[in-house]
């Protein structure tokens, strides 16, 4: 697939996409360049925002296979992988398979299930495979995990430990919409709209998952000067300087935030990255990552204020085209 194609798939998706999910356009960009980039999305946002829905959108626009597991205090790894189960006719043991062997699988409220059950997703997620009883098992291609959680809720829920959020590539914040986007989304529900629905949204189908493939294979033909790489490096390395945080990033995120870069410069049909790409996408790949220092978050410092303070400071290299 050349560039200019993939431009045009991209705006298509994008706008198929934001019918269903309005005033949420930054959110559903950055979830559809991690998508590309080969990575998974962590959303974080109160109930209600569209969380649920934006995944829902994604798997009708992609025609991808499409699984949802509600995690719970109760889950099991195994209701996430599956499991063997003895079949008295064939009087054996019989792999069945879990939601996790599907292509787009939507962790909702990932924070309510124990560490053990989360953990049940490492493997999947970083190999794109399972493996129960010492028979590893492939996941179908492309696999991407888009998980939700609720930031307010703290009562029963768990939170996510670094090694599973490093598996993100991406962590979103999805944010209340403005009064006039509010109105136009009670004016598509008097119209009949129904997010419980979605099959009768009238949602076209854009890519299939074979082109989602060809996507991600195309963003090989865009270039990434040595400055740029200098620039990533040296962005990541800070993270691990800054006077508020206690352990900075790993190099897994220097590479998410390359593949990103790579993703946004063939999202505007260029063939090269540039510094702009590595800014644009630098809080959404880092902020998870970051673990603060506890008198900085009692002083009030975010991990995007590091992000921002990080940006701020480094020197932004001069590309050529």
């Known amino acids: 697939m050349n560039l200019s194609l993939f431009r045009e798939t991209f705006d298509r998706i994008r706008r198929e996409a934001g019918k269903a999910l309005l005033g949420q356009d930054e959110i559903i960009e950055t979830t559809l360049l991690a998508i590309l980039a080969g990575g998974h999305v962590l959303i974080e946002g109160v109930p209600g ?65 124990p560490a053990k059950t989360q953990s049940a997703l490492l493997e999947a997620m970083q190999d794109l495979a399972v493996t129960t009883d010492g028979v590893t098992r492939p996941l179908p291609e492309p696999f991407l995990v888009i998980a939700t959680q609720n ?37 598509q529900h008097v119209e009949g709209f129904s997010a419980a629905k979605l099959d009768r949204a009238g949602l076209e189908r854009i890519a299939s998952a074979e082109e989602i493939l060809e996507m991600r294979a195309a963003l090989g033909s865009v270039r990434v000067d ?60 880092l902020r998870h990552r970051l673990i603060l220092h506890p008198d900085a978050e009692i002083e009030g410092t975010s991990a995007d204020d590091c992000v921002e303070d990080i940006l701020r400071e480094a020197k932004v290299p001069r590309t050529a085209a």
Not at 165 to 170: A, T, Y
Not at 229 to 257: F, K, M, N, Q
């Open 49 to 113: 925002l569209g969380k649920t829905l934006l995944v829902r959108t994604l798997a009708q626009v992609f025609g991808a296979s499409f699984r949802r597991i509600q995690f719970t205090p109760d889950l099991m790894p195994s209701d996430v992988t599956g499991g063997n189960v003895f079949d008295q006719k064939e009087d054996r043991f019989v792999f069945h398979q879990g939601p996790v062997f599907t292509q787009l699988l939507l962790a909702d409220e990932i924070n309510r299930a």
């Open 151 to 187: 930031p307010v809720e703290s009562q029963g829920t768990y939170p996510l430990p670094e090694a599973q959020l490093d598996r993100f590539l991406v962590k979103l914040h999805v944010r209340y919409p403005g009064a006039a986007v509010e109105k136009q989304i009670l004016r």
């Open 226 to 285: 040595d400055g740029i790489l200098e620039y990533i490096t040296d962005l990541v390395a800070r993270t691990r300087a800054h006077r508020a945080v206690y352990l900075g990033s790993s190099p897994r995120g220097s590479i998410g935030l390359l593949g990103s870069a790579r993703a946004r410069a063939a999202s505007e049909g260029r063939d090269f990255v540039t510094p702009d790409d590595v800014k644009a996408l630098a809080p959404a790949v």
